[in-house]
């Protein structure tokens, strides 16, 4: 309690499992990661919402979440793939609800973001065919490899610009993050992933048992 962390778990799978409580000295906040990760930091909640993704897309059922044997595979091309088509989803629920579809610097939710991260190249132009790191792969790459050094991702190959695989501890921080409002909202959009760590979109009516997600 002194320290500020409370334990998730303690298991032969995970050891002993600790997630941060916002006012403990081990939290760690997007300026930390911003320097960690040597990213922009007009960026970070483009960042942000590329760990949100990541968390959803690795666990897209309230079962996978749940079950204790179950692996994630994710792929930088997969997550932004995710985004991007959350992004569509957003713009064309503005647009047939008449809302202002650029809005405001500062407004809260996924509405606020979903333009800046359509804007944004996916790999940006470089004469070596490098992805950026401001591009939205380079920003995706940049927060995997921030999982994989936490010890929540591990990397198994260099496909889709990189192939990852969760672990028994990311499956406990992401059961910890799943009530939040943020996850609920960028579910309830209805875009679901499917194994390969690319994404796809379902009708609304096969997608509504992704809301349970936000309850496990």
Not at 32 to 40: H, Q, S
Not at 112 to 130: E, F, H, I, L, N
Not at 182 to 209: H, K, N, Q, R, Y
Request: glycine fraction near 10%.
């Amino acid at each position: 309690a002194g320290l500020g962390l409370i334990v998730l778990e303690v298991s032969t799978r995970a050891g002993m499992a600790v997630t941060a409580a916002e006012d403990s000295v081990f939290a760690v906040r997007m300026g930390d990661y911003a320097r960690r990760a040597a990213t922009d930091s007009a960026d970070r909640f483009l960042h942000g919402l590329a760990h949100l993704a990541v968390a959803a897309l690795a666990f897209p059922r309230p079962e996978d979440l749940a079950d204790d044997g179950y692996i994630g595979r994710v792929t930088v091309n997969g997550v932004d793939s995710f985004v991007r088509q959350a992004c569509r989803r957003l713009e064309e629920r503005a647009e047939e609800q008449g809302e202002n579809t650029d809005p405001a610097t500062g407004a809260p939710g996924l509405e606020s973001a979903w333009r800046v991260y359509a804007r944004r190249s996916a790999t940006g132009a470089t004469k070596d065919a490098r992805r950026l790191a401001g591009s939205t792969t380079g920003i995706v790459g940049k927060a995997l490899a921030f999982l994989v050094d936490s010890g929540f991702l591990q990397r198994t190959g260099d496909e889709s610009g990189g192939t990852y695989r969760t672990t028994a501890r990311y499956q406990l921080q992401v059961r910890d993050m799943a009530a939040t409002a943020a996850m609920a909202e960028l579910l309830e959009l209805g875009v679901v992933p499917v194994s390969d760590g690319s994404a796809t979109l379902l009708p609304p009516d096969e997608g509504d048992d992704l809301d349970l997600v936000a309850d496990a």
